[in-house]
């Protein structure tokens, strides 16, 4: 069986077991703790990060973008990066929203702060960077809210990848229960959709050691 190293709140492996779900692909989950810099795993992905997917014929993929893209080549139904080539242009403009713009000004300041640095032992959260994710995320589940109202899923009439991507992330934030629902009724109600397809199953059974989820995390109606 192929095998995904992963972590738990990691947004990147969390959009690659979304996108094995949906195409109903079997993996063996493997967590890797990245910060012990392990011979065998840098052997594999010099970066030192996951996601990580190793096939059975032991063809390797690393980062999420690659393996996501490789899996819609070697897997292409159901389709996740469909649509003309205008269509796949904004999928992919959303994709990088989420795993770069996203990142960078929410999960990071949120996550990395308050769970990544524990794990690394690289100091205490910065009190300055959380409030600046709390105000950050406000602005995106706006921008998410108004792509919602505006379509059927966030990049137009089907599910895609965009919608993958930044579900991956919103989970991550929000099973530290920091994703302010009440914000935004059509980013909630897009959430929900996504929440209750069987491929984000797995995602709400994950349970951090040390670190329970917010009460409301794996409740589908909130």
């Not at 995904?4 to 492996?13: D, E, R």
């Not at 393996?67 to 994709?95: F, H, K, N, S």
């Not at 000004?105 to 409030?131: H, N, Y």
């Not at 009440?182 to 909630?188: F, G, L, Q, T, V």
Request: hydrophobic share 45%; with cysteine.
């Amino acid at each position: 069986m192929r095998t995904l190293f992963h972590l738990a709140l990691s947004p990147q492996s969390r959009l690659v077991r979304l996108v094995l779900g949906e195409k109903r692909m079997e993996a063996h989950l493997r967590a890797e703790p990245i910060w012990d810099r392990r011979e065998d795993f840098l052997a594999i992905n010099p970066a030192g990060e996951v996601p990580v997917l190793v096939e059975d014929d032991g063809t390797t993929v690393a980062g999420a973008g690659p393996i996501a893209e490789y899996l819609e080549e070697t897997c292409p139904e159901p389709a996740l990066l469909q649509g003309d080539a205008a269509e796949r242009a904004e999928i992919r403009r959303l994709v990088a929203w989420f795993d770069r713009k996203f990142d960078r000004e929410v999960t990071d300041l949120l996550v990395g702060e308050k769970v990544l640095k524990r794990f690394l032992g690289i100091g205490e959260p910065s009190s300055e960077a959380i409030r600046a994710g709390h105000a950050n995320i406000v602005i995106h589940l706006d921008y998410i809210g108004w792509l919602a109202e505006r379509r059927t899923w966030l990049a137009g009439d089907r599910f895609s990848l965009a919608d993958v991507a930044a579900a991956a992330h919103l989970s991550c934030v929000d099973y530290l229960g920091d994703v302010p629902w009440d914000r935004n009724a059509e980013a909630k109600d897009w959430y929900a959709r996504v929440k209750s397809r069987p491929s984000f199953r797995p995602l709400l059974a994950d349970h951090v050691s040390g670190l329970r989820p917010a009460k409301h995390y794996a409740d589908l109606d909130f």
